[in-house]
């Protein structure tokens, strides 16, 4: 093989081998301390607010193509919070969520699209007791760099509106709005030192 011919091999390589490195997938874990997944529901004409505060979960990116990302999420329903002890417990009984029958939702996309600067359209399937509709979320990514200790995160934000009709979650009409509107904040964690900037 002449010189030259060897020389655009090896030029050839390393360029490869350099655009794989930038374009490595990265495999978030999903920081349960950092995460919040709210809603708000109308009773009669005022909104209560509440959340859920155990969530787990991972999110796969490649951030040189955001559209190919996957997350996948779970959420324990007994986590419920309003601030209410009674309303807590009857959100967990059979009246609602039916905690103990199905103690977990989850939430797996199958495809992002793009929507702006750093906006996606993330179609998945909500899974709520065992129940199992497609969604679609509108997400936000928030940026990526070091966090606590240097450590590698990113930051995410993204909104729904539900009909929790559509899970079978009927009770109290009239007194309980249908329309629950979804508002989630989500800090992974790469689990190792963010790359340093060049």
Request: proline share 4%; charged share 20%.
């Amino acid at each position: 093989m002449k010189r030259s011919t060897l020389s655009l091999v090896i030029a050839a390589l390393a360029l490869g081998s350099l655009t794989s490195a930038k374009a490595a997938v990265e495999t978030y874990n999903i920081d349960p301390v950092h995460t919040w997944v709210g809603f708000s529901i109308a009773h009669f004409f005022t909104k209560v607010p509440g959340y859920f505060s155990k969530v787990k979960g991972t999110i796969v990116v490649d951030r040189d193509h955001l559209e190919k990302s996957t997350v996948e999420a779970v959420i324990e329903v007994a986590s419920i919070t309003t601030n209410t002890k009674m309303r807590d417990d009857d959100l967990r009984s059979t009246n609602f969520f039916a905690a103990t029958q199905f103690p977990s939702m989850t939430f797996k996309s199958e495809s992002w699209k793009n929507t702006g600067d750093n906006t996606y359209a993330v179609t998945g399937t909500l899974t709520m007791k065992n129940v199992a509709k497609e969604v679609v979320l509108k997400v936000k990514s928030l940026g990526f760099g070091p966090g606590m200790n240097g450590a590698a995160i990113s930051g995410w934000e993204a909104t729904l509106t539900l009909d929790r009709r559509d899970f079978d979650i009927t009770a109290d009409q009239g007194a309980v709005g249908n329309n629950v509107d979804v508002l989630i904040n989500v800090e992974a964690d790469l689990g190792k030192p963010a790359p340093a900037k060049p």
